[in-house]
């Protein structure tokens, strides 16, 4: 069987200028069409800060009803004790949790999921009961582990 032209390879392609090796056509995602799409760790981290903080809006809805929650990936600056893991600015009602030291300076005992969600539910919960003036047990007992 003859091979054919180069010429002839290139005018088969339907979309001249793309990939096409060996005219099999369009290479194929790695992953696969049915796997989910991968989520990032600042989007796994916004998830649980979201999900600790709908417990707490639910267990003390008038106490936070007008309070505000953001994530910074860093404080500005290290305060007298070391790098914040959170914020609280009582006056603009206000608690800025900072992704990096959550995550870095948590000391885990296994690297699972179960002790990623623990560690940066409790800095959520420690958080929110500075910024309410209370203890953090007293706010969410069943989930408050302190690390």
């Known amino acids: 069987m003859a091979r054919p032209s180069r010429a002839r390879l290139q005018h088969r392609s339907a979309r001249p200028g793309w990939r096409d090796r060996h005219g099999r056509g369009i290479r194929a995602w790695v992953t696969g069409p049915y796997l989910p799409p991968l989520r ?12 600790a903080l709908h417990h707490l809006q639910d267990s003390w809805p008038e106490e936070l009803s007008g309070a505000r929650f953001d994530i910074a990936p860093m404080p500005p600056s290290a305060g007298p004790d070391g790098i914040r893991r959170y914020s609280v600015d ?6 800025t949790y900072y992704r990096t030291p959550i995550e870095r300076l948590g000391h885990q005992h296994e690297d699972d999921e179960v002790q990623r969600r623990s560690i940066i539910e409790s ?14 047990w007293d706010i969410s ?6 690390y």
Do not use: K
């Open 40 to 51: 990032h760790r600042d989007e796994e981290f916004e998830a649980l800060v979201a999900h």
């Open 90 to 95: 009582r006056a603009a009602n206000r608690v």
């Open 123 to 136: 800095q959520v919960i420690r958080g929110v009961a500075e910024l309410m003036g209370r203890d953090p």
């Open 141 to 146: 007992p069943e989930r408050y582990r302190h």
